[in-house]
């Protein structure tokens, strides 16, 4: 009986999450056309992908609106739902008080960096074999408070609210049924919801990562630092490529590259001769014995959850057919 009871808790919560994803995806949506509707005023054919005659600061709200709102929705649902149950969320934010463990962040900064000229390899790849187009990066402002405000949305909101929703909610959830379970589940949630199949598995290796940081300290704040370090140095490689010239943009990024590597390099190092893996909490193994039932046989027979991913992982898969 039990047992029984464990299981039921599990679908329940697969099925939350994916009512949550549609929260996010719906609100999101929505607050699409509302901005679109808008940007008409300034101009008929104006659309968030073509912003005709749209101010820039506005574009730089709509950039802080949009990512934040649907994540907030999806973490508000989920915590009130499990509010008046024994699994209801309690989360911290206190920063690590050791200041050797932010060594790490240089570490994962080299390792994200590793994973982006992978994912530029495979996009080259895809565009060769398949359909696939790599997606138009975004055009940053000329105005140096638009500027700011499109740092805010793209480095700073993601950071903060998808930290709270992926880690604070669905992994947090997750992890009646295991560490390892709950990071690799909500690490292909985060990486379907990025939508793009050719960054999908760096997304991945990320999300794993910030899912350790998450567990191994109790708390967000670390993933916190973390997504925003690694969103900051993407802004700053794109600051390069289209405020640069071309010569300026080439040096700068190679400076950047060789900064971060050899950050990674000389913080990997130090990390293993002061043995500071030690100081987090203990990492489970891959195999948790904490609940030996069948928990993908019991994600796959939660209706909800199946259609949910199933749907995503063919919507990140269409753009290889055209």
């Given amino acids: 009986m039990a047992k029984r009871r464990?299981?039921?808790?599990?679908?329940?919560?697969?099925?939350?999450?994916?009512?949550a994803a549609w929260v996010y995806l719906g609100s999101t949506a929505l607050l699409r056309l509302g901005a679109e509707k808008l940007f008409g005023f300034f101009h008929a054919s104006a659309t968030l992908d073509n912003p005709i005659a749209v101010p820039e600061w506005i574009l730089g709200i709509c950039n802080l609106i949009l990512p934040a709102a649907g994540l907030i929705l999806a973490f508000g649902m989920m915590k009130a739902a499990v509010r008046n149950s024994s699994m209801r969320l309690h989360i911290s934010f206190d920063l690590p008080r050791?200041?050797?463990l932010w060594l790490f962040v240089p570490v994962f900064l080299g390792i994200s960096l590793a994973c982006s000229l992978g994912t530029s390899t495979l996009q080259r790849f895809l565009e060769s074999y398949t359909s696939y187009q790599t997606p138009e990066s975004v055009r940053l402002p000329k105005s140096g408070f638009a500027m700011l405000l499109y740092f805010l949305g793209i480095c700073v909101i993601p950071a903060i609210f998808e930290e709270l929703f992926v880690r604070g909610a669905v992994q947090k959830l997750l992890s009646h049924w295991g560490a390892w379970f709950s990071i690799v589940v909500s690490s292909v949630l985060f990486s379907l919801l990025h939508q793009d199949i050719a960054q999908m598995p760096a997304t991945f290796v990320a999300s794993v990562l910030m899912g350790l940081a998450a567990y191994c300290t109790g708390s967000l704040a670390a993933g916190m630092v973390v997504h925003l370090a690694n969103n900051t140095m993407s802004f700053c490689f794109l600051y390069a490529t289209q405020k640069l010239d071309g010569v300026s943009a080439f040096g700068l990024t190679v400076y950047l590259t060789m900064i971060f590597c050899g950050?990674?390099?000389?913080?990997?190092?130090?990390?293993?001769?002061?043995?500071?893996?030690?100081?987090?909490?203990?990492?489970?193994?891959?195999?948790?014995?904490?609940?030996r039932q069948s928990r993908l046989e019991r994600l796959l027979t939660s209706p909800l959850f199946l259609l949910t991913f199933v749907g995503l992982a063919i919507r990140a898969a269409l753009p290889l057919f055209g």
Wanted: proline fraction near 7%.
């Fill in 98 to 100: 050791k200041g050797e």
């Fill in 6 to 19: 464990q299981g039921d808790r599990l679908k329940y919560v697969a099925n939350l999450t994916a009512l």
């Fill in 263 to 291: 950050a990674a390099v000389g913080c990997a190092v130090v990390i293993h001769r002061k043995k500071l893996m030690r100081l987090f909490k203990p990492i489970p193994r891959v195999y948790d014995p904490k609940n």
